[in-house]
């Protein structure tokens, strides 16, 4: 756990130090879960949203993009249910005046309990040596079986009574756990009470004339109120798909874990149409897809995992995470959401309008089921660079802080350094940066020994260097190194593209999916 957290502060402050995260506002000492993005930060946040398109929207033949307002008309939230049900059951501690959500309250309490169990298997796994079989052992040790079966029951309380709204319920499930103000250990605590999520403004001039609308809490409703505008300008047959990338608000009241969880965040969602009854089919594909999406960034099969929902929202017949491994632990990156009718269905009675597919094979209307993925573009961001930082001892015993961004994502495809600022090196280091950088984001440094000008670009993520030396005048030729070997080639100036675009271009990445 320590390391975890030591490895989380270290997150933290290199994405600071490298100009990838600031704080909002820090010189009014910040605003509670909000970020900006800074100059590196801004491009690897854009590469991410660019491959996300490339493999969504231009790679399909059946999936368009749209870029819809993030002020919607209010009754968008009326039938999506947002108004009435998109609310967090919050607890306050009376002792401490500290406001938790009730329901991650008791979540963690499981996960104490799950801690329980891995450290059960992790000391059989010690005993039995190779003879270990995990999934036996999970299914027939008594003290692991009287684990899960309480995770379990809670949680299965906990669902029903969230269903119910019998908020009365989750307190007293609060107390007979005697779950403690993780702040203090006080037991002292409040009723639960609901607390809706959207932030809202107005429109209008004056109080009177004015009307409330919301900063949309997702971006989904965007594409299901555009559904049959673009479904007809499109000539769209079924199955198609409809994405979008762009922001979205929540009142947040957990509200940390860097940009984990935000305030205002950006989503990048994609809503699949399809014929009613082929849902399960295309959730199951859309859940696969996904995963070799997120695989072809090579950050490790390991460190993803599903996590099928038990608990169902009220518009879904099947949803799932992605979880990825983040430092503090696996949570979710991405959902994947059987969503049926219901968003269509609301808007037409809500709006009064049909929303219906014609279907000329089947020969009837009919309101398209749809699949929705759904990935939070900052959550993307934390998981590619907390995977990506790595310290390592070197033969020489010194350690080497490097960011070791997939390529096709890093903000800074290439350094060019001159060996020295003198005699002639810096020009050609020049020519060679206005003629790369037509075809790739290119960095120019000159200040330093170059050792040092190395470990700056490894720290910074930049996936090579190339040196200009004074035999590059002579053989038109440089030193090209490799951020992750720290390899050294001596190769052409005129190779130099093709070499880089062998190794950051999308194609070369995406193919791997
Ligand atoms: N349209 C479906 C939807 O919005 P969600 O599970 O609430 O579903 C989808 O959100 C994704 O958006 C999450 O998997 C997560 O990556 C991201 N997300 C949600 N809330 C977030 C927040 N407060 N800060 C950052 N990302 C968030």
Request: with cysteine; net charge neutral.
């Amino acid at each position: 756990m320590a390391k975890q957290e030591d490895q989380f502060k270290k997150v933290l402050s290199h994405a600071k130090e490298y100009g990838y995260v600031f704080q909002s506002s820090e010189i009014y000492d910040g605003l509670s879960a909000v970020y900006d993005y800074a100059q590196n930060g801004v491009e690897l946040k854009k590469n991410i949203r660019e491959y996300w398109w490339k493999a969504m929207v231009q790679m399909h033949e059946n999936i368009v993009g749209i870029d819809a307002a993030i002020l919607m008309h209010p009754t968008t939230w009326k039938a999506s249910g947002h108004v009435d049900a998109f609310n967090d059951p919050l607890i306050d501690n009376k002792d401490s005046k500290k406001r938790y959500r009730a329901d991650v309250l008791i979540e963690e309490y499981c996960a104490k309990i799950e801690g329980k169990i891995n450290k059960e298997v992790a000391k059989a796994a010690k005993r039995f040596g190779e003879a270990f079989n995990k999934d036996e052992f999970l299914a027939t040790n008594n003290r692991v079986l009287g684990y899960q079966e309480k995770i379990n029951t809670i949680l299965a309380r906990m669902g029903k009574s969230l269903e119910n709204e019998d908020l009365a319920d989750i307190k007293t499930l609060i107390e007979e756990l005697e779950i403690a103000d993780p702040l203090t250990g006080s037991k002292n605590w409040t009723e639960v009470k609901q607390f809706n999520l959207m932030f809202g403004t107005q429109i209008g001039a004056s109080a009177e004339n004015s009307t409330q609308v919301y900063l949309r809490p997702e971006t989904a409703q965007g594409i299901f109120v555009n559904f049959l505008n673009v479904q007809k300008t499109g000539r769209m047959k079924i199955p198609f798909g409809i994405a979008q990338t762009g922001k979205a608000f929540r009142n947040e009241i957990v509200a940390r874990q860097f940009i984990f969880r935000m305030r205002e965040f950006e989503q990048m969602e994609m809503q699949f149409f399809v014929k009613p009854g082929t849902q399960k089919e295309w959730y199951e594909k859309w859940k696969q897809t996904r995963l070799k999406w997120h695989l072809s960034l090579g950050m490790g099969k390991e460190n993803y995992r599903f996590h099928d929902h038990d608990k169902l929202a009220h518009y879904a017949d099947a949803a799932a995470d992605i979880e990825f491994n983040f430092p503090f632990g696996f949570k979710e990156l991405e959902g994947i959401h059987s969503r049926t009718d219901f968003d269509l269905k609301a808007h037409e009675e809500y709006s009064g309008k049909k929303l219906q597919y014609f279907d000329h094979e089947e020969n009837k209307s009919y309101v398209p089921y749809v699949v929705e993925t759904s990935i939070g573009l900052d959550r993307m961001f934390l998981a590619v660079f907390s995977n990506s930082l790595q310290e390592e001892i070197l033969d020489n015993g010194t350690t080497r802080t490097v960011l070791k961004l997939p390529a096709v994502l890093a903000p800074y495809k290439v350094a060019v350094l001159p060996l020295v600022k003198k005699d002639g090196l810096p020009e050609v280091a020049r020519k060679i940066v206005d003629d790369l950088k037509w075809d790739f984001n290119v960095f120019y440094d000159e200040k330093d020994a170059v050792g040092k000008r190395y470990r700056r670009q490894d720290a910074a993520g930049t996936p090579f260097c190339i040196t200009v030396d004074h035999d590059s005048l002579e053989d038109n030729s440089i030193t090209i190194r490799h951020r992750d070997t720290m390899e050294q080639k001596r190769v052409k100036i005129s190779e130099l593209k093709e070499i880089i675009k062998a190794e950051v271009d999308v194609k070369t990445w995406l193919q791997k999916m």
